[in-house]
């Protein structure tokens, strides 16, 4: 099992340009399903996800080029009409935004059988709602021994869809479903994210019909068939998110790259009630260590709300301040896995159902810890950089999925950080 070991007190002073968005390249890859022509991503990050989508698309029949993604960070998607339906279990065990091949496979092939997501560390996460709205256009269900098997033996057709609640991959399953549906399809309630509105630019660059209206409401045209594009993927702005944090809590300065700043306002405002010295550039944005002294209430909410995704390293920076934070999480049921292990390094949070009360804790030392889920495991690294001697991480596989070249860009800004294996 390969490990991170990092030693803290170490001032990062250097530039860390800012990868493609992981959470808008898995969907992407699913559209390559929509289409027979070439679907090339660029901006794609190199990510165990990436590598787990692209072996779930290759055995439905999608010819995944990665030659490039290493040295470019570009893939190529060429989907192959082939007899080939199904999502085995052992792959979409390993990453849930699997289920995002349903939608597509669905509009083309006019059934699908993917495997039910394993709940994950994070919570139970049911899929109830992507099957529900796809239903609305047309797919017949039933789970068969932990298979979702559907099948649209008349084609979809589109259909007026309330989602009963806000969900980022089941929003995306619809879309991509409802852009080859015969008729015009209309969805209220649903997720917003900058990656779903990479999502839509991608397809309309393929040829859908969407018309993206305010209050959460979007309209789809069925078209025939879709076209090849070729799409730069936005940067991840969790990444950005994390890195402003580690730029905050260390000595030093850090220079941001590739920053899409109308995905962060929230984040921006936050990161600006707490007083974090930023000075914004163009796409870029340097940031350097910060005296947290406020305390503040934050609930994470779907966009343009306080990403949970980033609820995790908010514990670390709250931590330093001299006064108690409290942070509600109200996206999963069970996301403070973290706590545990950065009170074991020296935190002193508590956690009441969905509430974390987050007190002064004066500095964190190192100790060895657990990664659990992905984007709360860089919280341990954001502790090990400014706590007091050596912490290994564990089951670093958590961070490789979610952080591109972690440790390569933090140690080419001065940390003392290395990987063993
Ligand atoms: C996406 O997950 C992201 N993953 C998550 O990032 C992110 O935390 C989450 O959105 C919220 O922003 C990707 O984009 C690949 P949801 P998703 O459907 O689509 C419940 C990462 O890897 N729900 O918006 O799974 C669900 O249980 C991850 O970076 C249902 O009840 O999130 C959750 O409590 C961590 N039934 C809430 O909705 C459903 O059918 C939000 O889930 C679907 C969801």
């Not at 399953?173 to 630019?201: F, H, Q, V, Y």
């Not at 790259?257 to 707490?274: A, C, G, T």
Request: charged share 20%.
């Amino acid at each position: 099992m390969e490990k991170i070991v990092i030693v803290g007190e170490e001032p990062l002073q250097g530039t860390i340009a800012i990868s493609g968005s992981k959470n808008a390249s898995l969907p992407l890859m699913a559209a390559s399903i929509l289409t027979n022509d070439p679907l090339i991503l660029n901006n794609t990050p190199n990510l165990a996800d990436i590598h787990t989508m692209g072996s779930v698309l290759d055995s439905l029949g999608v010819n995944f080029d990665k030659t490039n993604l290493i040295e470019n960070n570009q893939i190529q998607l060429t989907y192959k009409e082939s007899n080939k339906a199904l999502a085995e279990y052992d792959l979409v065990r390993k990453m849930r935004a699997s289920i995002l091949v349903l939608g597509p496979l669905l509009a083309r092939k006019r059934e699908a059988s993917v495997s039910m997501p394993g709940g994950c560390a994070i919570g139970a996460r049911p899929v109830n709602i992507h099957v529900d709205a796809l239903a609305k256009l047309g797919g017949e269900f039933n789970l068969e021994q932990g298979y979702i098997k559907c099948e649209a033996k008349a084609g979809l057709k589109g259909a007026k869809i309330e989602l009963p609640m806000i969900s980022v991959g089941a929003t995306e399953n619809i879309i991509m479903a409802a852009t080859l549906a015969k008729g015009e399809t209309e969805i209220n309630n649903i997720a917003i994210e900058p990656e779903i509105i990479d999502l839509i630019d991608c397809l309309k660059a393929m040829g859908a019909l969407i018309e993206l209206q305010p209050n959460r409401k979007i309209l789809i045209q069925g078209v025939d068939e879709l076209h090849g594009a070729t799409h730069n993927v936005i940067p991840d702005r969790i990444e950005v998110g994390t890195y402003i944090i580690a730029g905050a809590i260390t000595e030093g300065e850090l220079e941001l790259k590739n920053i899409n700043f109308d995905h962060i306002e929230n984040l921006l405002s936050v990161f600006e009630n707490l007083d974090i010295n930023m000075h914004k550039g163009d796409n870029s944005l340097k940031v350097n260590i910060s005296d947290i002294s406020k305390s503040i209430e934050l609930d994470t909410r779907e966009f343009p709300g306080f990403p949970t995704d980033l609820q995790a390293q908010m514990m670390v920076l709250l931590s330093l301040s001299n006064s108690s934070s409290v942070i509600r999480e109200n996206i999963f049921e069970n996301r403070f896995m973290h706590v545990p292990e950065l009170n074991r390094m020296g935190a002193n949070i508590e956690t009441i159902g969905s509430k974390a009360i987050i007190n002064s804790c004066g500095g964190f030392s190192g100790a060895q810890v657990m990664a659990t889920d992905l984007r709360a495991s860089v919280s341990l690294v954001l502790a090990s950089l400014i706590a007091k001697g050596e912490t290994t991480i564990n089951r670093v596989y958590h961070l490789d999925r979610g952080y591109e070249k972690l440790e390569n860009k933090l140690a080419s800004c001065g940390a003392n950080i290395k990987r063993i294996q």
